[in-house]
T-cell receptor
Framework: GQQLNQSPQSMFIQEGEDVSMNCTSS?????WLWYKQDPGEGPVLLIA?????ELTSNGRLTAQFGITRKDSFLNISASIPSDVGIYFC???????????FGKGTKLSVIP | DAGITQSPRHKVTETGTPVTLRCHQT?????MYWYRQDPGHGLRLIHY???????DKGEVSDGYSVSRSKTEDFLLTLESATSSQTSVYFC?????????????FGQGTRLTVV
């Protein structure tokens, strides 16, 4: 089946720093989604991407759909303590109802 | 918040007993999904439904069954619970494919099998 490699697995950053994380796929995806999960909660959708090369922002968050359609990137600018959580990428291949999820990037922000 | 309610939110059960988890939506979305989340594995799809009485298996379906008799309800049943099924279970809904593929998640059910 389709597999997603998400990196890094975890990161510790200082408040105010920028953050980058990415996902790569073994196959082509038509849709990339980025979620954030807080402890004890379900994942919450941050950004959705539907076209190769697409760059979309949501406040301090920016995500890109890679040109090869096999990767996606999420950047967070000027991190704040409430950015702490686990970030997941998810992708959907052509003709599929299903989303495949990465294993997540755990973000810790040091005040 | 997407109108998704999972019940129960927490459950402890004994090995070998049947368990049913419920997902209820008020969005009238066609597609519903059950995922499990475990450390080191992320979210893995158990079963999904693409309409009333239309269901299919995901990547980790062994030991689980589902039913969808109404658009708004999707039930996940563990026929005979095992310790390996201790996990956090999430229900998700989506309108469909393409631009409507965004999935929205419930708050999860933490299941412990002892």
């Amino acid at each position: 089946g389709q597999q997603l490699n998400q990196s890094p697995q975890s990161m510790f950053i200082q408040e105010g720093e920028d953050v980058s994380m990415n996902c790569t796929s073994s196959s082509i995806f038509n849709t990339w989604l980025w979620y954030k999960q807080d402890p004890g909660e379900g994942p919450v959708l941050l950004i959705a991407l539907y076209k190769a090369g697409e760059l979309t922002s949501n406040g301090r968050l920016t995500a890109q759909f890679g040109i090869t359609r096999k990767d996606s990137f999420l950047n967070i600018s000027a991190s704040i303590p409430s950015d702490v959580g686990i970030y997941f990428c998810a992708g959907r291949g052509a003709g599929s109802y299903q989303l495949t999820f990465g294993k997540g990037t755990k973000l810790s922000v040091i005040p | 918040d997407a109108g998704i309610t999972q019940s129960p939110r927490h459950k402890v059960t004994e090995t070998g007993t049947p368990v049913t988890l419920r997902c209820h939506q008020t969005e009238n979305h066609r597609y519903m999904y059950w995922y499990r989340q475990d450390p080191g594995h992320g979210l893995r799809l158990i079963h999904y439904s693409y309409g009333v009485k239309d269901t299919d298996k995901g990547e980790v379906s062994d030991g689980y069954s589902v039913s969808r008799s109404k658009t708004e309800d999707f039930l996940l049943t563990l026929e005979s619970a095992t310790s390996s099924q201790t996990s956090v279970y999430f229900c998700a809904i989506s309108k469909g494919q393409g631009q409507n593929t965004e999935a929205f998640f419930g708050q999860g059910t933490r299941l412990t099998v002892v």
